[in-house]
């Protein structure tokens, strides 16, 4: 992995930066740990162990993709997609205002003003449903760093080609910042720089990879 001096090297000859929200921008990943575990608590000590490991082992894939997993592997129970949508509509209510008060990674804040307002253009890529990520992003105030707010169904992959196709831009001359593996693999599979962001990406990165603890470091 690089040094920190070599991500700031890559960051200002970069044009597009994009960015994850959950453990990258706001440090709200135990809240949906916490929601997760709500949801299951009815069916057992258990299931509920066995949904918050896959849920802190599997960050960045939609909570979609995650009910149907949990219902059929760990319930023996096929989910409709009505019922995902239920369980998804009950996730949002649990979670959605705590994010929005839930604190800052360091120095995210002061990283978007300095490089976000003009010096280049920026994009948020989650695993949130879109229109749910879109209001976090209005409520805390932050919608004016970015370009375009793009979040699930679309995975972080089809998010981060839809982003090529609408601005056109080089691949090569973006960076990806995100916590976790899927985040990586998107950008890898992309062909997009990566920028692992706090402790719990650290073991997984490739050497062609970069990390930084949080964006405090970025800005020394």
Do not use: W
Not at 45 to 73: I, T, W
């Amino acid at each position: 992995m690089a040094e920190i001096s070599a991500i700031n090297k890559k960051i200002d000859s970069s044009n597009f930066l994009i960015f994850d929200f959950d453990g990258v921008i706001a440090d709200s990943v135990d809240v949906k740990t916490k929601a997760f575990a709500e949801i299951y608590k009815p069916y057992g000590e258990k299931v509920v162990a066995q949904v918050v490991s896959h849920h802190l082992g599997n960050g960045g894939v939609s909570r979609y993709e995650k009910f149907e997993y949990y219902h059929n592997k760990f319930l023996g129970k096929k989910v409709s997609d009505s019922d995902v949508a239920n369980l998804s509509d009950c996730f949002s209510s649990l979670v959605v205002q705590k994010v929005v008060d839930s604190t800052e990674i360091p120095g995210a804040l002061l990283f978007l003003n300095y490089y976000c307002k003009g010096r280049k253009k920026c994009a948020i890529n989650s695993a949130t449903p879109q229109t749910e990520i879109q209001e976090i992003i209005r409520k805390r105030g932050i919608q004016d760093f970015f370009s375009i707010v793009l979040g699930s169904p679309s995975t972080k992959l089809e998010n981060l080609m839809i982003l090529e196709d609408l601005y056109e831009f080089n691949l090569s001359k973006a960076l990806f910042f995100g916590d976790s593996e899927s985040d990586m693999n998107a950008a890898n599979s992309a062909k997009i720089n990566f920028v692992g962001i706090g402790n719990q990406i650290m073991s997984n990165l490739g050497k062609n990879d970069y990390h930084a603890n949080d964006f405090m470091e970025l800005l020394k």
